[in-house]
């Protein structure tokens, strides 16, 4: 017999290679709407990321200390199965752009296959969020010479800018 799912309880997985306020955004009017969210660090082994899954969710943790009812992991695999492993019952999903809504719908429909016991909710970006993705933040974060972190305020919470900048520092001194 598989335990029942809560209604109450959404996870919200990515990458989140760097988390950006978008994503911030999402996760804290999640974290209204539902009893508990779990932010859940996808670990692809396809991809090199810059931050380690650790790091990752180390990061997660100091941005939403204070919100009581988020919780952070990684995991390997379907993500689908980490949601059934947290006893959520939601995926909560954040849509940008058209674009994203076409990708998201495609995605949904085959999470809906894996377990259709699982509901996929989206909340559509804020406007101040919609146009922030992690490649333009690792573009700024690598192109934005002395006044990155300045530029990056905009994009990312405080505690990721100096790991951030540190990680593209010790790029460029590793290219020499």
Do not use: W
């Not at 970006?125 to 974060?141: C, D, K, N, V, W």
Request: one cysteine or more.
């Amino acid at each position: 017999m598989t335990a029942a799912l809560n209604p109450r309880h959404a996870v919200y997985a990515g990458s989140f290679d760097p988390v950006t306020l978008g994503h911030v955004d999402i996760v804290r009017r999640g974290a209204r709407i539902f009893e508990q969210v779990t932010i859940g660090i996808g670990i692809n082994p396809e991809k090199t990321p810059l931050f380690s899954p650790e790091e990752r969710v180390a990061l997660m943790q100091e941005v939403f200390r204070e919100l009581p009812n988020v919780s952070v992991a990684s995991f390997e695999g379907l993500t689908v199965d980490f949601v059934r492993k947290c006893s959520a019952s939601v995926m909560l999903r954040g849509i940008r752009t058209v674009t994203d809504l076409d990708a998201e719908f495609s995605m949904a429909r085959a999470n809906s296959t894996l377990a259709p016991q699982i509901e996929t909710v989206f909340l559509m970006a804020g406007e101040h969020f919609s146009h922030i993705s992690s490649t333009l933040i690792r573009q700024i974060a690598l192109l934005g010479q002395g006044t990155a972190a300045d530029k990056l305020r905009q994009f990312v919470p405080v505690p990721v800018i100096a790991p951030l900048l540190a990680k593209y520092h010790a790029r460029q001194q590793q290219r020499g």
